[in-house]
């Protein structure tokens, strides 16, 4: 089974930066997609990123332009480099694998813009 471990989140002010980390032990070999989401307080928890390994990657709309996800493949390592933050993003950060058919999930990271 995979595991991952995300760390990186902390308190920045408005249109400042942060880089999330995601390490993945375990079954690494079976890990294709990797991926962000968040959950701010009173929302469903949402996709903010995904990396593929053939070097595909997606955003959402509220992100893109401001976050870059990078994969370093050999250190089983994604990361979420995130410029421009805004008082919005304010949520918990979680790294995501697909493992076969099974989604994995760290256990999250706490990002706080202030205003």
């Known amino acids: 089974q995979v595991q991952l471990v995300d760390s990186g989140g902390g308190l920045v002010q408005a249109v400042g930066s942060l880089r999330l980390s995601c390490a993945a032990s375990?079954?690494?070999?079976?890990?294709?997609?990797m991926g962000w989401y968040r959950q701010a307080p009173g929302k469903q928890r949402e996709l903010v990123a995904r990396?593929?390994?053939?070097?595909?990657?997606i955003f959402a709309d509220s992100v893109r332009g401001r976050f870059t996800i990078s994969r370093d493949n050999a250190k089983n390592t994604v990361y979420l480099q995130m410029n421009s933050l805004k008082h919005e993003d304010t949520a918990v950060y979680y790294c995501?694998?697909?493992?076969?058919?099974?989604?994995?999930w760290g256990q999250g990271t706490q990002v706080t813009v202030s205003s």
């Open positions: 375990g079954s690494i070999f079976s890990i294709d997609t």
């Open positions: 990396s593929f390994r053939a070097g595909s990657t």
């Open positions: 995501n694998a697909l493992e076969g058919t099974l989604q994995r």
